[in-house]
């Protein structure tokens, strides 16, 4: 049971234009949305969160949206840069539990 | 830099064959979690340490199994290894147990023939 999901595996974005990564959810109990990114042969590093109490968090060129009724998240980079490219994870939790993350996106900025 | 690594990166074994792979967490840091990682996958979680003791576990059957070492160090063990078990294992530290970001270290990436 996927209780976390991101459809799309992959996907590539001209540099300097907006990229999109979409998540979404099953568990209504989630109560806190993280997105890891990965570089190949490096662990995942946390990247920018936000709370089920929020719309809306952003962080340089990074902001996550988060949309409760549609149980929909997503993560807007812009402008995209090459050393974007990465494996992006959506992640959430709720109380004690522990992070259940994606099955991730691969994003690709081409030059 | 996480301040967070594992050892030994590459590992192969053979079906059937027990492995032990370490984890050194970040100075300071209580909480040591584990995953795994299958190709195409996310990362699951395992099992999660904290002070010592185990504080939680995934759906992973008993032949994995941890420790956690005063010294911020940690393994995770798993016996009688099967083909599925191929995966890259990634530990991650934080410094309480109900804390969302997480430090990881690269992994091991575990093959079983």
């Known amino acids: 049971d996927q209780q976390v999901k991101q459809n799309s595996p992959s996907l590539s974005v001209q540099e300097g234009r907006i990229s999109i990564l979409n998540c979404d959810y099953t568990n209504s109990m989630f109560d806190y949305f993280l997105w890891y990114k990965k570089y190949p042969a490096e662990g995942p590093t946390f990247l920018i969160s936000i709370s089920s109490i929020k719309d809306k968090n952003e962080d340089g060129r990074f902001t996550v949206f988060l949309n409760k009724s549609a149980k929909h998240l997503s993560l807007h980079i812009v402008p995209s840069q090459p050393g974007d490219s990465a494996v992006y994870f959506c992640?959430?939790?709720?109380?004690?539990?522990?992070?259940?993350f994606g099955t991730g996106t691969r994003l690709t900025i081409i030059p | 830099e996480t301040g967070v690594t594992q050892s030994p990166t590459h590992l192969i074994k053979t079906r059937g064959q027990q492995v032990t792979l370490r984890c050194s967490s970040q100075s300071g840091h209580n909480t040591v979690s584990w995953y795994q990682q299958a190709l195409g996958q996310g990362p699951q979680f395992i099992f999660q340490?904290?002070?010592?003791?185990?504080?939680g576990r995934g759906n992973f059957p008993p032949r994995f199994s941890g420790l956690q070492f005063p010294n911020y160090s940690s393994e995770l063990n798993v016996n009688a290894l099967e083909l599925d078990d191929s995966a890259l294992y990634l530990c991650?530290?934080?410094?309480?147990?109900?804390?969302?970001?997480?430090?990881f270290g690269s992994g091991t990436q575990l093959s079983v023939l």
């Open positions: 992640a959430a939790i709720f109380g004690n539990e522990k992070l259940t």
């Open positions: 991650a530290s934080s410094l309480e147990p109900h804390e969302e970001k997480l430090f």
């Open positions: 340490y904290y002070r010592e003791e185990e504080n």
